[in-house]
Each structure stands twice: as structure tokens, then as C-alpha cells.
């Protein structure tokens, strides 16, 4: 086939079909030999000090259960540093608490009867804004820490998915749309969940037919007769129960539009984390993102919705503290926003465009991989941010610290 024919003799859509194929088959090889279809992806393992800090014990207690053959058995290099993998991090949590001394310290933090499903949306129609991003990382660090995780990625163009390393054209893994879909061909929750490289998170990947969501429901509601249709902010929230007592925690990784998909998710939703960089044009647009969305869930609460959010938090992202006005932006919020704006920004650093580069995130990457200043100081950023979320789940389900 060839890209280039003559203008003339083609029109715009002809030229524009033809480039789009070319384009995505051209891709496609690349990806095939990048990214060989279903090849799984690792997970590094974790080092000791890693394994302490996110099961919550100190490092001397982790060693002293090693030497004294106590719980699941660390690799060790040849220069005697221990590490452990993921899964192993969980096992030691099971350990501890059938074991441990603590009669009020939890190590595995499931949630127990009474305590709610927790489902945070990451929203904001600005695109690039940290959605995926925070998204991402949340979901890895409410995994890595205990938690029973499902990310939801409900962006058709599947970056979340992307980042798990699966790529919606090659696995043909499906999406949300075939379990919130209004027709016969709706298919169990369960069939769209994948696992993930890190143990404790599944992921429901995303695919281009989410889009079709956007069109049919607009066509459900206008059916005279279709109740179904009418009810499309219930249909990610019926999904969920289907699997409700598989999980603590939820995090949706919203497209960056204000259309159905961001409506049914929210209405899903127990908390919203709203992603803003704080730069001038974006807190604007932002302030136009919550009049929209203000003026879209008043009706649908009137028609019989529920947005019964527990929190909700501005997440600033992508911050350069000594940028003076980012920095200016950000007390601006603070002044307005106060106790709605996540305490901890998410720092910008390259580290975390590089990573993405390779699809990967920062829980992917070692501590070896880069100059050790930055990975440090992009890691502490990451886990405050997450950590005061984690806090925020756990207040909602009445528990006093994360644990
Ligand atoms: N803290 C950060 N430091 C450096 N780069 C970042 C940071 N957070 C995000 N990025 C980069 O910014 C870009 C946009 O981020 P991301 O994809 O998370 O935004 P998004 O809101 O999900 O975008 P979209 O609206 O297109 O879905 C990505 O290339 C990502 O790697
Ligand atoms: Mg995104």
C-alpha cells in the first residue's frame, strides 16, 4: 500500500483511512517485535529495607526473622544482601500476624465486615494532567502494602493497560465495555479481569471499544421503553459488586474527557482524586472541569443517583517546587482548596517520564537504575502521596493508622 498517492485523486477520508492503517500496522510490528504478544511481565525483587518500610516493621525485626529461619526465606546476594519478592512481602504479612506479638497491629490489611469497597477515581479532563500516572502508582503501592487491588483502566487509549504490560490490539484482553455494555453481549465482570506482575493488583485493561460506550448510551436513554438505559450511572457499580469480595480497594483511571465513561465511574466512586498541575492555564481549565461537572452529576443526582463520596482530594502533580509560579499556584490552591489538597505533591522528575517511556513505573524500577539522589527523592514523593491516600482508605473503613 502505498501512503503517498497523489492528493488529488483521493479524498481527505480516503487519505486519512489509508494513513491510519498504514500507521497502525506499521506499529504493530514495531510493538510485535518490542513487546512479543502475552510476553509476562517481571516484577524486580524488593530489598530488605524496601520489604520493612512497606509492611511497616522495622528492618532489624525483618533480619532477625531471617537468621532465625522464621517466615518466607530472602534471596541472598553474594555480598549477603537479602531481598524479597513481592509475593513474599505478603507472606510475611500472613506470618505476622499468625505469629507476631501484636494483639492490635494488622499486617494484612483486608478489609473485614462492615468496611466498604473502597473505589477511588483519578479524574480531570485535562489531558496529561497525572491521571495515569497517579493512578498507576496508587494502585501498585495499595498492592505492594496488602491491599486486594483492582485498577480499572477506562481511557480507550489504555495507557494504564500499556503500563501493565498489556497492549489492547496484540492480547485481545477486552475491556470494561463488555461488562457495562447496554446490549445481549454483555458478559460476568469476572471474564475481564486480568492479573498483573504485581501480586494483590488485577487489572480490567481498556480497548478502543470503550469508546462505543460514549455512543450507545445517549441511545439506551432515548429508548422509550429502556429502563436499563435509563440506569447507565448504576453500570460500573453493578460490575463491582459482582466482585466485591475480592478487593479492598478500586482505583479508575479515567479518560481525559467528561463523557459517560467519567460519569458512570464517579458515580461508582467512594472518593475522586481530582490530578492538577499546577500551572495557571491548567488550574483554569480545571475550575471549568468542576462547573461541567458540578452542572452534569446535579441532575443526575435529581434523576436517582447516588455520589455518595466519602473524600475527595486535589492531588497536585508534576510540581517544581522552586518554579516560583508553580510554587505560587500551589499556595493559591492551598489558600482556596485547604482541606481538600492532598498534603504530599507529586514531584516532577524525569525518572517517571523515563520510566514510562519503557512501560514501566517507579515500583518497576531499581534503586541501581539511577543516580540514587533522584530515585530517592522521586520514591519519598510517591510514597507520601500514596501513603496519605492509604490513610485516607483507611479512615473510611474507621481504622486510625494504616496498618
Ligand atoms: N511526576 C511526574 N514527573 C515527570 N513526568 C510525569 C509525572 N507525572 C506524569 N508525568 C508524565 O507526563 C505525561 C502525562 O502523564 P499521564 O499520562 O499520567 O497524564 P494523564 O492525565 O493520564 O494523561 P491523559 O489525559 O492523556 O490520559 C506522561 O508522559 C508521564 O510520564
Ligand atoms: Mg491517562
Request: with cysteine.
Amino acid at each position: 500500500m502505498n501512503a503517498y498517492s497523489p492528493p488529488s485523486l483521493m479524498t481527505f477520508e480516503d487519505q486519512i483511512l489509508e494513513q491510519g492503517d498504514l500507521i497502525s500496522k506499521k506499529l504493530h510490528l514495531l510493538s510485535l517485535q518490542r513487546f512479543p504478544p502475552n510476553a509476562k511481565k517481571g516484577l524486580r525483587p524488593f530489598t530488605l529495607a524496601e520489604a520493612a518500610d512497606f509492611i511497616g516493621i522495622s528492618q532489624s525485626h525483618l533480619k532477625k526473622l531471617h537468621l532465625e529461619g522464621k517466615g518466607p526465606l530472602p534471596q541472598t546476594s553474594a555480598s549477603g544482601r537479602r531481598s524479597y519478592t513481592a509475593q513474599q512481602m505478603l507472606d510475611l504479612r500472613r506470618y505476622l500476624d499468625q505469629h507476631g506479638r501484636s494483639e492490635t497491629r494488622q499486617y494484612v490489611p483486608h478489609r473485614k465486615a462492615g468496611e466498604k469497597l473502597q473505589v477511588i477515581a483519578v479524574v480531570n479532563f485535562k489531558g496529561g494532567s497525572g491521571k495515569t500516572t497517579t493512578a498507576a502508582h496508587l494502585a501498585q503501592y495499595m498492592a505492594l502494602t496488602g491491599h486486594r487491588v483492582l485498577a480499572i483502566d477506562l481511557d480507550p487509549q489504555a495507557s494504564l493497560s500499556s503500563l501493565h504490560g498489556f497492549q489492547p490490539e496484540l492480547d485481545l484482553t477486552g475491556s470494561l465495555y463488555e461488562a457495562i455494555r447496554y446490549d445481549a453481549e454483555r458478559k460476568p465482570m469476572e471474564t475481564v479481569i486480568h492479573p498483573t506482575n504485581f501480586p494483590g493488583l488485577d487489572i480490567v485493561p481498556a480497548n478502543l471499544d470503550l469508546q462505543e460506550y460514549e455512543y450507545d448510551t445517549p441511545l439506551a436513554m432515548s429508548q422509550p421503553n429502556a429502563t436499563a438505559g435509563k440506569t447507565f450511572f448504576t453500570r460500573i457499580e453493578s460490575c463491582l459488586k459482582q466482585v466485591d469480595d475480592r478487593y479492598d480497594v478500586v482505583v479508575i483511571d479515567c479518560p481525559p474527557q467528561l463523557g459517560y465513561l467519567t460519569i458512570t465511574a464517579l458515580t461508582a466512586a467512594t472518593s475522586v482524586l481530582i490530578t492538577i498541575h499546577p500551572q495557571m492555564l491548567d488550574v483554569m481549565s480545571m475550575g471549568q472541569f468542576l462547573l461541567m461537572l458540578g452542572g452534569i452529576l446535579k441532575p443526575i443526582r435529581a434523576a436517582g443517583a447516588e455520589v455518595n463520596l466519602e473524600w475527595y482530594r486535589y492531588v497536585v502533580t508534576r510540581y517544581e517546587p522552586t518554579d516560583a509560579p508553580q510554587a505560587q499556584m500551589v499556595g493559591f490552591m492551598q489558600t482556596l482548596f485547604h482541606p481538600f489538597m492532598l498534603k504530599q505533591p507529586m514531584l516532577k522528575s524525569t525518572a517517571i517520564s523515563d520510566a514510562g517511556i519503557t512501560k514501566q513505573t517507579m515500583y518497576e524500577m531499581d534503586r541501581g537504575q539511577m543516580t540514587r539522589s533522584t530515585y530517592d527523592r522521586v520514591m519519598d514523593s510517591l510514597n507520601a502521596v500514596n501513603a496519605e491516600v492509604a490513610s485516607l482508605v483507611h479512615r473510611s473503613w474507621g481504622r486510625g493508622v494504616v496498618g
